[in-house]
C-alpha cells in the first residue's frame, strides 16, 4: 500500500463529529460577545512581574505566575487565571456552546476551540504586553513545600503579561544547558517559582505522588502530508507549571469547600487493576502491597527510574492505562473526599484553564461567588449534570486525539507493511488488544495471535494493514 493524499483536517472535523463533537463554531456566536470588556472592581496589579511557561505557538493563554519571597523562608505564590467568565457568562450564546464541546480539542493538525478565538486567542487569553482581567488565586508555599490556607485568597485583578516564555528554553536554562531569560527580573522571578515548585513536587512525593513519563506524539506535517511523529518529553519548565497548577487547584478546592459551596472536583479512584500492577511490579523484582497504595507505587515508581531510565516511558504507559482514567463529580462541602489517587492529593478541582476546559470556567463562576460572598450560582443538581457530562466529553476527547494520531502513524506506516517492530502491549479488553511500536511510537490493534496478552507485555509483531483514513494499524505477533 502506498501513500495517497488525504485532507487530515477534514478527517479530523469527521472524527471529531462521529464522536459527538461540533467542530465548527455556530454562524454569528462570535457577533454576541460584549464589544467592550465589563468595567470590574479589581485590584490594579499591573505593575507586578507576571510571566507564563506555555509552548512556542500557544496563544490561549490561561494562567500568568508572580511571587514573593517572605521573611520566615516561605514564597508567596499569585496564580493570576484569565477571567473567562466576565465575556461568557453563564447562560450566554458563548457559554451554551463551550458546554456542548466542553474542551478544546487538540488533533495534531487543527485546534477545535472551545471558545470563539476572539476569545481564546485574544480578548480572554493573558498576551504578553496586554492589559487583561484574570481571577487570582493567592496562597503561601511553607519551607516544607506544605500550603498554609490560611492565607489562601481569591480576587479579581487588572493584570499584564510581562513575559511569555517557552517550556523548552526556559527547561533548558533550568536544567543547566541553556540561556537565562533576558530580563534579570523575570528570571529571579521564575528562579523563584521554580524554588516553590520543588518544594511542592518533594512534599506531594512524600505522601504518594506518582510521577510519571509518558509518550505524547503528535503529527509533524508539511504541505499537509504527515512527514514525522515527534515526541514531547518533560522537563523542568513544564514540571514547574504543573505543580504551581496543582498547587493552585487544590487551593480553590478546599477554598470553595470552607465557605461552604459545592464545586466539581477532579477525581482519580484506587485502580481497579492493582492486581497487574502487582504483576509488573513483581516481574521486576519488587512486592508491591495487596491493597492500592500510592507511597508503595511511587517508591516502585522512582526506584524504576533511576535503575532502567530508557524503560521508564513504557512502564509508565502501562501503570497509567491500569490506574485509568480521571472523571469529575460532585462534591459538597460536607461529603468526605474521594481523591486524586496519581497526585496523592484530597482536595482537587480543575480552575486553572477555563479557555480549554470547561469544568474550570465552571469552578471560576463558584469562585468569584465565593470571594463575594454571594449566592452560588449553580445547584447541586446541576453541577452533578455538568460534571457527568464533562467526563463524558472528556472520554470522547481522547478517542477523538487518539484517533487522530493513530491517522499520523497510519499514514507514516503505509510504506512500511511487513516490516517486524518490538512493541508493548497498552490494552487488553473484550474489544481487542492493542499495541504500540517503541519506534516509532505508533498505536495499533494486535489482530493475530493475541490470546493471552495484557498491558505491559513487551512482544515482537509485524504490520500487516494499515488505513489511514480511519485510522487503523493492524499487527499480528510473532
Given at each position: 500500500m502506498t501513500r495517497g493524499h488525504y485532507d487530515m483536517v477534514e478527517i479530523a472535523r469527521r472524527v471529531l463529529r462521529e464522536n459527538g463533537f461540533e467542530p465548527e463554531l455556530p454562524e454569528g456566536l462570535a457577533d454576541a460577545i460584549p464589544a467592550r470588556d465589563p468595567i470590574e472592581d479589581a485590584i490594579d496589579l499591573r505593575g507586578l512581574p507576571w510571566s507564563s511557561i506555555d509552548n512556542e505557538e500557544s496563544r490561549d493563554l490561561d494562567q500568568i505566575?508572580?511571587?514573593?519571597?517572605?521573611?520566615?523562608?516561605?514564597?508567596?505564590?499569585?496564580?493570576?487565571?484569565?477571567?473567562?467568565?466576565?465575556?461568557?457568562?453563564?447562560?450566554?450564546?458563548?457559554?451554551?456552546?463551550?458546554?456542548?464541546?466542553?474542551?478544546?480539542?487538540?488533533?495534531?493538525?487543527?485546534?477545535?476551540?472551545?471558545?470563539?478565538?476572539?476569545?481564546?486567542?485574544?480578548?480572554?487569553?493573558?498576551?504578553?504586553?496586554?492589559?487583561?482581567?484574570?481571577?487570582?488565586?493567592?496562597?503561601?508555599?511553607?519551607?516544607?513545600?506544605?500550603?498554609?490556607?490560611?492565607?489562601?485568597?481569591?480576587?479579581?485583578?487588572?493584570?499584564?503579561?510581562?513575559?511569555?516564555?517557552?517550556?523548552?528554553?526556559?527547561?533548558?536554562?533550568?536544567?543547566?544547558?541553556?540561556?537565562?531569560?533576558?530580563?534579570?527580573?523575570?528570571?529571579?522571578?521564575?528562579?523563584?517559582?521554580?524554588?516553590?515548585?520543588?518544594?511542592?513536587?518533594?512534599?506531594?512525593?512524600?505522601?504518594?505522588?506518582?510521577?510519571?513519563?509518558?509518550?505524547?506524539?503528535?503529527?509533524?506535517?508539511?504541505?499537509?502530508?504527515?512527514?514525522?511523529?515527534?515526541?514531547?518529553?518533560?522537563?523542568?519548565?513544564?514540571?514547574?507549571?504543573?505543580?504551581?497548577?496543582?498547587?493552585?487547584?487544590?487551593?480553590?478546592?478546599?477554598?470553595?469547600?470552607?465557605?461552604?459551596?459545592?464545586?466539581?472536583?477532579?477525581?482519580?479512584?484506587?485502580?481497579?487493576?492493582?492486581?497487574?500492577?502487582?504483576?509488573?511490579?513483581?516481574?521486576?523484582?519488587?512486592?508491591?502491597?495487596?491493597?492500592?497504595?500510592?507511597?508503595?507505587?511511587?517508591?516502585?515508581?522512582?526506584?524504576?527510574?533511576?535503575?532502567?531510565p530508557d524503560r521508564f516511558q513504557d512502564l509508565s504507559l502501562s501503570v497509567v492505562k491500569l490506574i485509568g482514567p480521571g472523571e469529575y463529580a460532585l462534591q459538597r462541602a460536607t461529603d468526605p473526599d474521594t481523591g486524586h489517587f496519581g497526585l496523592a492529593v484530597d482536595d482537587y478541582a480543575h480552575?486553572?484553564?477555563?479557555?480549554?476546559?470547561?469544568?474550570?470556567?465552571?469552578?471560576?463562576?463558584?469562585?468569584?461567588?465565593?470571594?463575594?460572598?454571594?449566592?452560588?450560582?449553580?445547584?447541586?443538581?446541576?453541577?452533578?449534570?455538568?460534571?457527568?457530562?464533562c467526563t463524558e466529553r472528556e472520554n470522547g476527547a481522547r478517542k477523538v486525539e487518539r484517533t487522530m494520531r493513530k491517522v499520523a502513524a497510519a499514514l507514516m506506516l503505509s510504506n512500511r507493511i511487513g516490516e517486524v517492530f518490538d512493541a508493548i502491549v497498552t490494552g487488553a479488553t473484550p474489544k481487542g488488544v492493542f499495541a504500540r511500536l517503541f519506534h516509532p511510537p505508533a498505536e495499533g490493534r494486535v489482530v493475530d495471535h493475541e490470546r493471552g496478552l495484557d498491558v505491559g507485555d513487551k512482544i515482537k509483531v509485524r504490520l500487516v494493514d494499515t488505513e489511514p483514513n480511519r485510522g487503523f494499524i493492524d499487527f499480528v505477533r510473532i
Open positions: 505566575e508572580v511571587a514573593e519571597q517572605l521573611p520566615d523562608g516561605a514564597i508567596r505564590l499569585k496564580i493570576g487565571i484569565a477571567d473567562v467568565d466576565a465575556l461568557a457568562p453563564k447562560g450566554s450564546a458563548v457559554d451554551r456552546y463551550a458546554g456542548t464541546n466542553t474542551t478544546t480539542l487538540y488533533t495534531g493538525v487543527h485546534i477545535f476551540p472551545m471558545l470563539p478565538e476572539v476569545l481564546s486567542t485574544d480578548r480572554t487569553s493573558l498576551l504578553d504586553g496586554r492589559d487583561r482581567l484574570a481571577v487570582v488565586t493567592e496562597f503561601v508555599v511553607t519551607a516544607d513545600g506544605m500550603l498554609d490556607d490560611t492565607q489562601t485568597r481569591i480576587y479579581p485583578a487588572h493584570v499584564r503579561n510581562h513575559a511569555k516564555l517557552v517550556y523548552e528554553r526556559v527547561g533548558g536554562w533550568l536544567e543547566g544547558h541553556g540561556e537565562a531569560p533576558h530580563d534579570q527580573t523575570i528570571a529571579a522571578q521564575v528562579q523563584l517559582h521554580d524554588q516553590a515548585a520543588q518544594r511542592l513536587r518533594t512534599c506531594r512525593q512524600k505522601h504518594g505522588a506518582l510521577d510519571f513519563e509518558t509518550i505524547e506524539a503528535r503529527p509533524v506535517t508539511k504541505d499537509g502530508q504527515v512527514i514525522d511523529l515527534v515526541v514531547l518529553h518533560k522537563n523542568r519548565a513544564r514540571e514547574l507549571v504543573e505543580d504551581l497548577m496543582i498547587a493552585a487547584n487544590g487551593a480553590t478546592a478546599r477554598y470553595l469547600e470552607q465557605r461552604g459551596y459545592s464545586s466539581i472536583r477532579r477525581i482519580v479512584r484506587k485502580p481497579k487493576r492493582w492486581d497487574r500492577i502487582v504483576e509488573l511490579a513483581a516481574s521486576l523484582g519488587t512486592t508491591l502491597p495487596v491493597e492500592p497504595s500510592a507511597p508503595a507505587l511511587s517508591d516502585f515508581l522512582a526506584e524504576r527510574r533511576k535503575a532502567a480552575s486553572t484553564a477555563p479557555n480549554r476546559r470547561y469544568p474550570d470556567l465552571i469552578t471560576q463562576r463558584l469562585l468569584k461567588a465565593a470571594a463575594r460572598g454571594a449566592r452560588t450560582p449553580y445547584t447541586d443538581d446541576e453541577l452533578t449534570a455538568i460534571a457527568t457530562h
